[in-house]
């Protein structure tokens, strides 16, 4: 197993992120064991405090947490994305909550496609239905992304594994995580603030919805864009190809 120079660089990475956490511990031994009490109680005001309890470094901190808990999949990020509306105020709590949350989505598609791809890709050789599958992922990957990350409440850790054992590619997986992510995150923020705060705005939720329409059609129109593009280039690649067979052939007809 270890002669694999890939199993060692895997269990290098393992090592690595264990020693991480091991550091966070030592540095401060209360954080992990406060940090679950307050996930524990599903208190979103008390999650809201204990943020806040940071002080100048909240932002910087909510961030990282945010980004932690969309790479691993677990707590549901409602919780954080809630507490950071709660906190810096609607817009700003949903910008933070995106951006640390299309970040965290990133890390953990590449640490799952690096660990997992390869092993799935030798599966889905042996399976000329998988190769279907797979080949529709790659193509068309984008589309289907964006409109499961724009579904409210869709448990992020599913989809960070089914993009990294597909063939997707990474841009588009950015790319329709964070436009898909941006209607969703809303959503569930300005619920569970107004939840909280027994303060309902219908109005906020009719303009996110507005918002979300306008990422989706600007999102979609780069996508063919680019996607036509690709299309283009690869013709001419095609066409420069058999240019050169035909040359080939012509110059050994010759010979």
């Not at 969703?184 to 705005?201: C, Q, R, Y």
Request: glycine share 6%.
């Amino acid at each position: 197993m270890l002669k694999n120079p890939m199993n060692i660089v895997k269990l290098v990475a393992l090592f690595l992120s264990c020693a991480l956490l091991y550091a966070i511990h030592l540095a401060n031994p209360t954080f992990f064991p406060e940090l679950w009490q307050v996930l524990r109680s599903g208190d979103l005001l008390a999650t809201a405090e204990y943020i806040r309890s940071f002080g100048s470094w909240a932002m910087f901190f909510s961030f990282w947490l945010v980004l932690f808990v969309n790479a691993i999949g677990f707590p549901p990020a409602i919780i954080f994305s809630t507490a950071n509306t709660l906190i810096f105020g609607i817009v700003p709590g949903i910008v933070l909550s995106v951006i640390a949350e299309t970040v965290g989505v990133t890390i953990s598609f590449l640490l799952l496609r690096f660990l997992f791809r390869a092993s799935a890709e030798q599966l889905i050789a042996k399976h000329p239905r998988l190769k279907k599958v797979d080949a529709y992922s790659g193509k068309n990957g984008f589309t289907v992304m964006l409109i499961a990350r724009m579904v409210p409440y869709v448990p992020s850790a599913l989809l960070n594994a089914l993009g990294a054992l597909s063939a997707i590619s990474l841009r588009d997986y950015v790319i329709s995580s964070c436009v898909g992510k941006f209607p969703s995150t809303a959503i569930e923020a300005i619920i569970g603030h107004d939840t909280v705060l027994k303060n309902p705005d219908p109005t906020r939720l009719v303009l996110v919805c507005i918002a979300a329409v306008l990422l989706v059609i600007g999102a979609w129109y780069y996508e063919k864009r680019v996607e036509k593009k690709a299309d283009a280039m690869q013709k001419i690649l095609d066409e420069h190809a058999k240019m050169q067979k035909n040359k080939g052939l012509r110059q050994n007809a010759k010979s």
